[in-house]
């Protein structure tokens, strides 16, 4: 059988909003050797977003051109689709979202990664209990992931939504500004810190508040990542990553 020149290991596609800037370098930086990312990007406008009706328009434009990307994705025969944005996989809880990927799966032809599930794994393997999550989105979709939280066994004890304004609002989320939240969030009655919404950069932040605070602090598209690689066989474990690089 043939294989890639360069991702004779795997080829992932990787689907995200043409709005995000931070899921393509974020994955690039863990591709190991032998694994190509290959980007589709879901056409989206910089939506306003102040509400929860806006934030349903913005997800329902990202749904209503998710299956056209895919399938340019699926013209280069990828091996395993990851899903680089989060809010319609966590939306209506876990066994609609499940239903959800089994269904992209069954279109796209490759199985699928996605930020919530990945999360889920991620939390269980630090045998997290009572979690807080940071979100970049509007009150609606905080309902819908901590449904989906707490559907997967979980305690979401403290809940911050930045809501931010548009798409692009959301990359331009300082980490000094997440730092902050993160310690405000903190306290001994928490197992771990999520963080969704991928286009909110997280991964380097998250590393040093793990260091920091003494407990997970999880970057959803470093869980991603990681989720997708194990998925399709491949171990690999390198350091400066955090925990779920290096001993997962």
Known sequence: MSQDALGWRCKFAVVAPSTNTIVQPDMEAWRPDGVTNHFGRIYVPNMPVHNDEDFLALVDAIGGELYATVDRCTTMAPDYLIMGMSALMFWDGRDASEKRMQELSD?????????????????????????????????????????????????????????????????????????????????????????????????????????????????????TYWHALRAVGIDDQFPGHGPLFEKY
């Open 107 to 223: 279109h796209a032809g490759v199985r699928v990664s996605a930020g919530s599930f990945a999360c889920e794994s991620a939390l269980n393997l630090a045998e997290a209990k009572r979690i807080a999550v940071i979100s970049p989105y509007m009150p609606i979709s905080d309902v819908n992931v901590t449904r989906f939280f707490e559907e997967c066994g979980f305690t979401v004890a403290k809940f911050l939504g930045l809501r931010c304004n548009s798409p692009i609002a959301i990359a331009e989320v300082q980490p000094d500004t997440l730092r902050q939240h993160l310690r405000e969030m903190d306290d001994d009655s928490i197992d771990a810190i999520v963080q969704v919404g991928t286009n909110l950069s997280m991964t380097a932040l998250a590393l040093e508040m793990t260091a920091e605070l003494g407990k997970p602090v999880i970057a959803i598209n470093a869980a």
